[in-house]
């Protein structure tokens, strides 16, 4: 048993104020977290930042951001830009390239549609994680996602 709090009310209207898309959500939370047999798996991808030269950067918290550029028809991977902003508001950037074979997804064409190409902008919105980590005494980014097994 568990408790939602609605800002705007509940009992019989959920949908009127919030749409279907706020009881599709509770429905699809309580049956995946009552389905023992559907655990996601994590993916991750781990990338040693920084060199000698600029270690400092790392020292504290680091606030993790990121772009997504949609892929090209012809690409076999996600583009991104992805900025560092360190606790003295200094910030860094970098590119990377996710593939989409890491990905859950079985495209049938040998060049992405336009709706495929937004469909994976959208996921890897939603679903990516990143964040610096400390990985044996260096920082690195780590990004994750989860997969239906």
């Not at 680091?62 to 910030?91: A, C, G, H, M």
């Not at 859950?104 to 990143?130: G, I, Y």
């Amino acid at each position: 048993i568990s408790v939602v709090d609605f800002p705007q009310g509940i009992h019989c209207t959920l949908p009127v104020p919030y749409d279907w898309k706020a009881i599709s959500t509770i429905l699809q939370s309580y049956f995946l977290s009552h389905s023992p047999n559907f655990k996601l798996k994590e993916q991750a991808l781990e990338m040693e930042l920084g060199d000698e030269s600029n270690r400092d950067f790392y020292n504290g918290a680091i606030k993790v951001s990121y772009k997504v550029q949609q892929p090209e028809p012809k690409e076999n991977f996600i583009r991104l830009t992805v900025e560092l902003e360190n606790e003295k508001e200094k910030r860094e950037t970098l590119k990377l390239n996710l593939p989409l074979s890491q990905f859950d997804f079985h495209f049938f064409n040998k060049e992405l549609s336009s709706s495929e190409q937004a469909m994976m902008e959208r996921w890897v919105n939603q679903n990516l994680s990143m964040k610096v980590i400390t990985k044996e005494g260096k920082p690195a980014l780590r990004a994750t996602w989860y997969l239906a097994p």
